[in-house]
């Protein structure tokens, strides 16, 4: 800080104080650090940004893969930004998405014998509510029992995942292969762009992001969540129920996240493998607290993650630098982001 206090004067540093506060602030000082230790060890940080735009923007097929990225993580970080707002800790969406895509792919199967232009739906909304069922265990558990909600959620991801492994190598086994029989054709999504796997469930993501943020800024219900989230205790003295607060929170939460399974299942894998998600829950806590958890931001951020990690493995294989860098790319934001809110409430 004397360092720069030595370029700058004081009341310079007094003006950029909120931009380094700032969302933007943080991601470009990021950056900028991140590329003065590339620097330091003989890499060209100019050259290696460049591969990374380049491998999440350069193409069509690259744009396509960036919003087959941002997809699930948008709608992960929607389910984290709810009970956020609601002041829980939800860090299950990993579970509550494979349960959605468990759900997705037992009815994807059709034993029912559903005409084909209802296996969809029937697909998305079994997905749901199979996320928010398994949502809905730490939010009771909390209000009924005090529970801890965050090691609620993180045992029930282990569970969700045994669950998905007895699955693919049991009753749902096809073969050597760790992934279950394929779903009916009536259950895949449309394909946007012919030629790449970009699906019509991105303006599903986003129909859900503009629904949560009318629900959380304009509905009696998310004002519900907004106060109890700031002061519990002052919420019930106005008659806000807030044990139902919690649990509804809870319910939509894990519902988004069941939601982002089916996105998984019917749009990419149309089926359920081995380990369906690269870790897109805890990913979505990135992006919420990016967003400031406004559901309309997350949009942006969802895109922004994904374009990291999306521009890696091109980065990667054109200039040698591990993809780990975006990992440490990503931690230092996020760790700026938890001192940036901690410093603005001291």
Known sequence: MSSLEGLLSTSQLQLLQPFLRSRVGIVVTTFIVVGVVLAVFGANPIRIYF???????GSVNSIAETLVYATPILLTSLAAIVCFRCGMWNVGAEGQLYLGAI????LGFNSMGLPGPLVLPVMALGAFAA????GAVPGFLRVRFGANEVIVTIMMNFLAMILATY????????????ITRPIVPAGYLPILIPGTRLHVNLFGAIAAATILAVVLNRTVLGYEIRAVGHNPRAARVVGIPVARVIVLSFLIS?????????????????????????????????????????????????LFIAALNVGA????????????????????????LLASGALRRL
């Open 51 to 57: 591969e990374m735009f380049e491998g999440a923007f």
């Open 103 to 106: 759900a997705a792919v037992g």
């Open 131 to 134: 996320g928010a069922a398994w």
């Open 167 to 178: 699955l693919i190598t049991g009753p749902w086994a096809s073969g050597a292969t760790p």
């Open 254 to 302: 894990g519902g988004v996240a069941g939601f982002a399974g089916f996105n998984e299942v019917a749009g990419i894998q149309h089926a359920l493998p081995d380990q369906i998600s690269p870790g897109f829950g805890f990913t979505g806590i990135e992006v919420a607290l990016l967003a400031n958890l406004d559901p309309a931001w997350a949009m942006v951020s969802a």
């Open 313 to 336: 493995a091109a980065m990667q294989r054109v200039v040698g630098v591990p993809v780990a860098l975006v990992w440490v790319i990503e931690g230092f934001i996020l760790l700026a």
